[in-house]
């Protein structure tokens, strides 16, 4: 069985993991942006965005300030586990002061802060479906309020079908402009309902950005989305350039006959995410790391 405490210094390592180093697919994309820039303002800016990056993995320090809120996706295998919720919580609490972490969370309301990241809802768990692996998969992404912000909802007619989808991206990501601070990656859901819409949208962002859907029509619109965005010219951090975007990233679900619901949730450069694996017998694999550096 896998106990309560090791799920907690899995959840303190992964945080650890996630906010001072970044996944390799989101470097290497953010230096193929570096190398196909001719411009010299947002040259410059993506330079200065991987030296951000190679001081935070030396330091083991935070590549940005704002750790964000921290989202979890658990999918279960074929081990025991006692009280995930709890454990996770205990981890996240564990990491604002170890690693640190920014405490973001707050009362809607109130706006009062515990200072620990926790609170009613948060850290917020997402459960996938179950497989037969014999570990626990823990995926945790630090999301950022900057890119979170510009997130948005459209119910769109089925008779705007393709062309209603494009356009809501196309003015999604100009009402963003450099807000999220991109290069950035948008996340897209398509169909289901509202809510399930906006879900898709956030787990489109935990695939890597070099892997397209394997659908080839819904791949090829993450494509041809990514080349025409790109053409906008915002660029990195909204200096211009030929990269405003490193990726587009498309999940669905099937609708009603009568619904088109279509979601997007921006990812910021800094696209932070790590997984981990537990296994029974005590061992862990963090895949989105292995071989980082």
Known sequence: MISDKQVEDVVVEMLRKAVTKLPRDIEQALEQAYKSETEEVPRTQLRTILDNIALAEQGTTPICQ??????????PGAVQTGDLAEAIGRGVARATKEVPLRPNTVHPITRANHKDNRG????????LPPSKD?????TVMPKGAGSENMSALKMLNPSEGIKG?????????VAAGSKPCPPIIIGMGIGGSADISIHLAKESLLRPVDQRHPEREIAA????LKEVLNTIGIGPMGLGGKTTLLGVNIEYAHCHTASLPVAINIQCWAARRATARIHADGRVEYPSHEGVG
Not at 66 to 75: E, N, P, S
């Open 66 to 75: 704002d750790t964000g809120v921290q989202i979890f996706f658990v999918r």
């Open 120 to 127: 009613t809802g948060m850290p917020y768990i997402n459960l």
């Open 134 to 138: 014999p570990w626990l998969e823990l």
């Open 165 to 173: 989808i494009k356009r809501f991206a196309l003015d999604t990501l």
């Open 221 to 224: 619109l993450e494509l041809e």
